[in-house]
């Protein structure tokens, strides 16, 4: 079956500072999201990627995915408080079984 | 609010006694899904539902774990005979038959078995 391995577990930055977590599969990805959820709530969706190589942003997240579509990376610029949280990778495992990685627990300080 | 929403947000139980999670999609989505998420984990796949159609449930945790979607509308998530291993966040969200499976979220029933 396949599996989605993040990387770090956990990460605490100063306020400003770049950062990135990685997320690997086992098996080549076919969608692979990106979700955001604050502790002890449900998850909200980031950015969705489906082609290797692509690349999408949405303020200062970016995310890419590989050309050979089994790694993905997010990458935060300038980080702030307020990305604080646990980031998620998913991916579909077959027949809409959508499975998520460990997560990567994100804590800023001010 | 049109987002999905889950009901109760916690539940304190004694073991074996029978609990049961309400999911309200949202209105036009089609599919609809359960996960459980332990503490420093992902959440985890149960099931999930296309209209009222049960497609995948080999990944309910035991028997003791059953849920319907009986007009295609809400869902429920039942567990009977509660452990203290079934303590955690269950979690449903949904999404359109669209093509990029987005999921929406609710914010999750909190579990404890006591």
């Known amino acids: 079956s396949q599996e989605l391995e993040q990387s770090p577990q956990s990460l605490i930055v100063q306020e400003g500072k770049n950062l990135t977590i990685n997320c690997t599969s086992s098996k080549t990805l076919y969608g692979l999201y990106w979700y955001k959820q604050k502790y002890g709530e449900g998850l909200i969706f980031l950015m969705m990627?489906?082609?290797?190589?692509e690349e999408k942003s949405h303020e200062k997240i970016t995310a890419k995915l590989d050309e050979k579509k089994q790694q993905s990376s997010l990458h935060i610029t300038a980080s702030q408080p307020s990305h604080a949280g646990i980031y998620l990778c998913g991916a579909d495992s077959g027949t809409y079984k959508y499975i998520f990685g460990t997560g990567t627990r994100l804590k800023v300080l001010a | 609010d049109t987002g999905v929403s889950q009901d109760p947000r916690h539940k304190i139980t004694k073991r074996g006694q029978n609990v049961t999670f309400r999911c309200d999609p949202i209105s036009e989505h089609n599919r609809l899904y359960w996960y459980r998420q332990t503490l420093g984990q992902g959440p985890e796949f149960l099931t999930y539902f296309q209209n009222e159609a049960q497609l995948e449930k080999s990944r309910l945790l035991s028997d003791r774990f059953s849920a319907e979607r009986p007009k295609g509308s809400f869902s429920t998530l039942e567990i009977q005979r509660t452990e203290q291993g079934d303590s955690a966040m269950y979690l449903c969200?949904?999404?359109?038959?669209?093509?990029?499976?987005?999921?929406?979220f609710g914010s999750g029933t909190q579990l404890s078995v006591l």
């Open positions: 969200a949904s999404s359109l038959m669209a093509g990029d499976e987005k999921l929406f």
């Open positions: 990627l489906q082609k290797g190589g």
